[in-house]
């Protein structure tokens, strides 16, 4: 019995071990499970408003154009007749505010991919300009 609760112990010390250095490891911003790109391209994955508090962090540094693509459930859609606003996740989370050309048919709780120019805001805010939105069930035919 108390080889079987070392061999427990063992395996669980090795596990968190793993997992430390799973987490000690940068992950590439531009890789293919990021939601990050250079230029105007569009990420094959998309951060969600879970995953987003994690990526910001990783948002490379550079003079030049990032483009990130996320989604999430609209919390805000708001035009003032030039220019259209588009608020991804709750203020809790980390916010991204889409500015574009129109709001489309988005309204407040719809579902929405948001992909456009990664810009760091204040706070907890991420704003994408310019920037493009979708309706995450529309067919990619």
């Known amino acids: 019995m108390a080889s079987l609760w070392q061999t427990g112990v063992t395996a669980l010390a090795l596990g968190a071990g793993l997992a430390a250095a799973a987490l000690a490891v940068e992950p590439d911003p531009f890789g293919p499970l990021a939601p990050f790109r250079p230029g105007e391209a569009l990420a094959d994955r998309a951060a969600t408003c879970a995953t987003l508090p994690d990526w ?26 030039v220019l259209a606003y ?11 505010l889409c500015v ?10 719809d579902g929405a991919v948001l992909a456009g120019g990664f810009i760091r805001a204040e706070g907890r805010r991420v704003m994408l300009d310019p920037c493009l939105a979708s309706d995450p069930r529309a067919s990619a035919d």
């Open 100 to 109: 574009t050309y129109e709001t489309g048919d988005f309204e407040p709780g």
């Open 56 to 81: 910001v962090g990783y948002a490379p540094e550079t003079g030049e154009r990032i483009s990130l693509t996320v989604r999430g459930r609209l919390s805000a859609v708001e035009s003032d007749g």
């Open 86 to 96: 588009l608020v991804l996740c709750e203020a809790a989370e980390v916010q991204v």
